[in-house]
């Protein structure tokens, strides 16, 4: 079995930012002490509708790489305060240092933020209280899940500020809307209800109201702590993402992964609790228990 480097991250004591951070971060339940399984991150900057900052973004980053190595947190509910979720970047932030930069040195700090949920290995959840654009909308696809309001409207508006896609949505977006439907949002670049036929596979599920949305998602989190196996999610959802190209090369990559996973310790667990009629309690960790396969594609 290939060996999986511990990583040197060290997590905190607590999670928890004072209230007036722009990332504010809190436990769930709010009052528990210390950290809890869930952790609800909310952008906070409601009176500019939560435009991120270079500063929200790299606190984010560190967050989700604590995260991932902290086996006390199963999963992340990622929200907004106020009436929006996110109106994208702050349009302070001057990017054109970028032209003076050699090619291949340059990474959008986006498509940092998309990575890092992308290869976290707790279930994220996104909780859309309201509207959503530009970087609010393509770092989130790389989320686990994604829950919204029919009330509340998205968009992809890059072509009606001069710029291209960013955050890796290049390949999230097309992947869960299709071709056709990403180059219409792209071309028009306009906002459009979360129920809209264009967005159709952004969203997990789309509820009637915004303030629903938040409690809807801390169900859905509770749920998972306590009924899923953290590993066997991650697992499959990188089995998703990083799937072979053709039925029979997804067979060679599934194989391996799933005799492991028989003979592991959650699946076993799973069958324990099964017969005696018991709720499951799932201990399997990526760093020691992953199968003998993983991971079975080449970091770039």
């Not at 009176?47 to 199963?74: C, F, H, W």
């Not at 829950?147 to 710029?163: D, E, N, Q, T």
Request: aromatic share 8%; net charge neutral.
């Amino acid at each position: 079995m290939p060996t999986i480097e511990a990583k040197t991250i060290q997590v905190p004591k607590s999670y928890m930012t004072p209230c007036d951070s722009d990332l504010l971060i809190t436990n769930h339940p709010v009052s528990a002490p210390g950290v809890t399984a869930i952790l609800i991150v909310t952008l906070n900057r409601p009176k500019k509708y939560n435009a991120m900052t270079v500063p929200m973004i790299e606190g984010l980053l560190m967050v989700l790489q604590q995260i991932d190595v902290d086996s006390r947190v199963k999963c992340v509910v990622l929200t907004g305060a106020g009436k929006a979720f996110c109106s994208g970047i702050d349009l302070n932030l001057d990017a054109t240092a970028g032209k003076q930069m050699p090619v291949a040195d340059l990474r959008d700090i986006g498509g940092r933020l998309a990575l890092a949920m992308y290869n976290c290995r707790k279930t994220i959840i996104v909780a859309y209280n309201g509207l959503s654009v530009g970087i609010g909308m393509t770092s989130t696809l790389a989320a686990g899940i994604r829950i919204a309001s029919s009330k509340s409207v998205f968009g992809f508006p890059f072509s009606r500020i001069g710029l291209t896609m960013e955050s890796a949505s290049s390949f999230f977006l097309p992947r869960m809307v299709g071709h056709s439907n990403a180059t219409y949002l792209l071309t028009t670049g306009k906002t459009y209800h979360a129920d809209s036929k264009v967005l159709d596979g952004i969203f997990a599920e789309v509820l009637a109201e915004p303030e629903d949305v938040l409690p809807r998602a801390l169900e859905l989190a509770c749920e998972i702590t306590k009924e899923v196996s953290l590993m066997a999610a991650y697992l499959n959802r990188q089995l998703i993402w990083r799937g072979a190209g053709t039925a029979e090369e997804a067979h060679l990559v599934d194989s391996p992964i799933l005799f492991d996973m028989f003979g592991g310790r959650d699946h076993l667990e799973s069958k324990r609790a099964f017969f005696k009629k018991e709720k499951p309690k799932f201990i399997d960790e990526v760093e020691n228990d992953a199968p003998r396969a993983y991971p079975w594609w080449t970091e770039l």
